[in-house]
């Protein structure tokens, strides 16, 4: 079994923002043909599928192409004050991935690469936790989105999370069968003080 993790940040209220991390789950043996399904939505010059940039006919039409693809998601989702301290709300929902990732036996994880330098800070933020218990088994890659379709999954989970907020249920109610675990993240489930690398 293998992840692919994709992210948000949405501000919900002037008062309150959510940082949302999504890990869609498919077996080993199934990622190439899921990659060539999922390459059949691209229209022509486009690169990868990005739910923010599609119109609403395109986001059904991508709704319902993963949900017949039928991934397991797992969603984690803190909400909090609003506050610019977003890679923190990030550390937390990657924690709370691993963590499930390794009670499931899923050990490893595709992220969405940034930079460089946000990049190394995933990989030690990684050897941190699992210096406090987190499995070691377990390894993170970065892929950039054009490259790998299988991120698409993820962002159109959480396209949909965001769309459902903003009172648009439809795409949501549609993967809701794909929705293994759906949940908020609690405090830093390491053993030791902090979750910082």
Partial sequence: MRAFVDESSTVRTPERQEYLVC?????AD????VRDELKKLLL???IKLHWSDESDRRK???VAAVSSLHPMNVVVRPLDVRTRRIERYRRKCLEAVYYEMSEMDVNDLILETRTPTQDGQDRAHIVALQGQGLDRSLRIQHQRGGDEPLLWIPDAVLGAINADARGEA??????AD????HKHTADSLATGESERP
């Fill in 23 to 27: 890990a869609a789950l498919l077996q």
């Fill in 30 to 33: 199934e990622c190439d043909a």
């Fill in 44 to 46: 022509p010059g486009q």
């Fill in 60 to 62: 059904r039409k991508i």
């Fill in 170 to 175: 439809r795409h949501l109610e549609e993967l």
């Fill in 178 to 181: 794909t929705l293994l675990i």
